[in-house]
């Protein structure tokens, strides 16, 4: 594993995606940053941080016949990793809000964002980038928002939560196949946020409906039991929890 430290850059993900492309990338490059100038998250969303406090970094992940249809196998692998370090250093009441938040008693407090590089019917490489708040002590406007700090009182060691994720990323990806794919989907499920919970939902109309999460499909969608369906299939931004 090879670890690259910046200090202030627009993102790391588009930091590894440029470097993927001019130059032949050993597996598991990392690049951590002090700090983000523009950092994304799912569909395009900001991500707040700050220097010295929050910890930004993004990996360079290669696979051997990992199918496409596969890839959600990806992101499933990383909640878990992150979710279980962050356990392991008694974070408590953690979580995975679909399809990639990481929780702590309720509150976000790390988030994921997972590009592919296809070729073929294959998953060539991924860039995973993670923003995790470490000792942020405030987020304007942002009341679901929340930090390591926060939820145990305790200022944290940044370098030692990047190094204790780190290896439990790595860990999980190292032997990513097909045959791990049911392992760690349950592994997966069993992290839900409010799963066999009675939550409210919104679609992009406003409209709100009632439904239990049940799980998610071999593809990544969430699944949702309602009074009229059994079962509905949701991708992201088809639907919002509130909470």
Do not use: C
């Not at 930091?15 to 990338?25: G, N, P, R, V, W």
């Not at 679609?203 to 009229?228: A, Y």
């Amino acid at each position: 594993m090879k670890i690259i430290k910046l200090n202030a850059i627009d993102s790391t993900n588009t930091y590894l995606k440029q470097l993927a492309k001019e130059t032949l990338l050993q597996d598991e490059t990392v690049v951590l940053a002090k700090s983000q100038l523009s950092g994304r998250g799912q569909m395009g969303s900001g991500w707040l941080s700050r220097e010295g406090q929050s910890l930004t970094f993004s990996m360079f992940k290669t696979f051997e016949e990992l199918q496409i249809e596969q890839q959600f196998m990806i992101s499933m692998a990383v909640s878990v990793a992150i979710a279980n370090a962050l356990k392991n250093i008694n974070i408590p009441k953690m979580a995975i809000k679909w399809p990639n938040d990481i929780l702590s008693a309720n509150r976000k407090i790390g988030g994921i964002l997972i590009e592919n590089v296809l070729e073929g019917s294959f998953v060539k490489y991924s860039i995973i980038g993670i923003g995790i708040n470490v000792n942020e002590s405030e987020f304007p406007n942002l009341p679901q928002a929340s930090s390591l700090k926060l939820e145990t009182g305790k200022t944290f060691q940044l370098e030692e939560v990047f190094h204790k994720v780190l290896k439990s990323i790595s860990k999980n990806l190292k032997n990513i196949s097909a045959e791990d794919f049911l392992d760690m989907k349950q592994l997966y499920e069993n992290s839900l946020f409010r799963k066999d919970i009675v939550s409210v939902f919104e679609t992009p109309d406003g409209s709100r409906f009632n439904g239990i999460i049940k799980g998610v499909s071999n593809i990544g969608e969430l699944l949702v039991e309602t009074e009229n369906d059994p079962l509905q299939k949701f991708q992201l931004k088809e639907m919002k929890l509130i909470y």
